[in-house]
């Protein structure tokens, strides 16, 4: 799926797709509300996708997030599965690991940055031998406490050999990446999480990572039971809607298999999401 924002030419790959639990998916929203939007199957389980985008500049070629990966236990694997089709899929796009210049992680979690790395025998290295990574050095720092509600979801092969080599850059706070590429932190989810916005040609896209997962997150209150502070969730939401809507940004899902990108917008009091026209 490819559209183009001023100079800039965007496209998504999915990593693929794996089953998570509707309940903890939607938190408190009851299942008679949310399964009018994403049908479970017989256990509960809803089909998330895991998007990246590819943003080529011109002169740089910079993926944001990298999905699962290859290095899930076995343990992992029987919960999440492992499809692991990110490098196939940029590869059948005339798109090779060498190409990449830049890698940017919205957050640590297993599902965002397992592609970061590979193993090669005993070693684990850079997947993007030539990238310069970046992600918040909030969120290495919270990963490395392994803290009993989400320890599970930090996975230090994904990130530290890359800091230790000096590949990976820790970012503190909002900044600009490359001209036109910048971070911006918006806590809930996690409490340094960022979305990475994207500026060409007087057009703005936004990818808005776990604070808005799928297109039936959009409603302020329809917050995940994986967010770590659901009140400042709904904070963040606020304060993306209050620029993004009136400036029509576009916005990327970061597990909506179905609808990965679109324009969130209001009408008749209530949120929607338009799809991206072709052309």
């Known amino acids: 799926m490819q559209t183009f924002l001023g100079d800039f030419e965007l ?28 049908v479970p199957d017989e256990r509960n389980f809803i089909t998330a996708g895991l998007n990246s985008l590819l943003i080529r500049t011109g002169d740089r070629n910079v993926l944001v997030e990298t999905g699962m990966g290859s290095k899930l236990s076995d343990r992992m694997i029987k919960v999440h599965g492992q499809p692991a089709q990110l490098l196939d899929k940029l590869a059948a796009a005339g798109v090779a690991p060498e190409d990449i210049d830049i890698v940017i992680n919205t957050h640590l979690h297993f599902d965002h940055c397992g592609w970061n790395t590979i193993r090669k025998g005993d070693q684990v290295v ?41 590949q990976m850059k820790l970012l503190r706070g909002d900044q600009e990446i490359v001209p036109g590429i910048s971070v911006q932190v918006f806590p809930g989810h996690t409490a ?4 990475v916005v994207v500026r060409s040609g007087g057009k703005t896209a936004c990818y808005i990572s776990d604070l808005i997962p799928t297109t039936a997150h959009i409603d302020l209150a329809w917050v995940m039971s994986y967010d770590l502070d659901p009140v400042q969730t709904i904070a963040s939401r606020k304060r993306y809607y209050a620029t993004a809507l009136p400036e ?12 990965p990108w679109g324009y969130i917008d209001e009408e008749a009091g ?9 052309g």
Request: glycine fraction near 8%.
């Open 192 to 195: 340094n999480m960022q979305g």
């Open 11 to 38: 496209t998504i790959f999915s990593d693929g797709t794996y089953p998570i639990d509707g309940g903890a998916f939607f938190g408190v929203v009851p299942k008679v509300m949310w399964s009018k939007r994403l």
């Open 270 to 278: 209530r949120l929607i999401v338009k799809p991206v026209t072709k």
């Open 248 to 259: 029509k940004w576009l916005t990327v899902f970061t597990h909506d298999d179905a609808r």
């Open 126 to 166: 850079a997947t993007f031998p030539k990238a310069t990574y970046y992600a918040p050095e909030g969120e290495w720092e919270h990963g490395r406490l392994q803290l009993e509600r989400d320890a599970v979801s930090y996975i230090s092969a994904n990130y530290d050999p890359l800091i230790a080599s000096g």
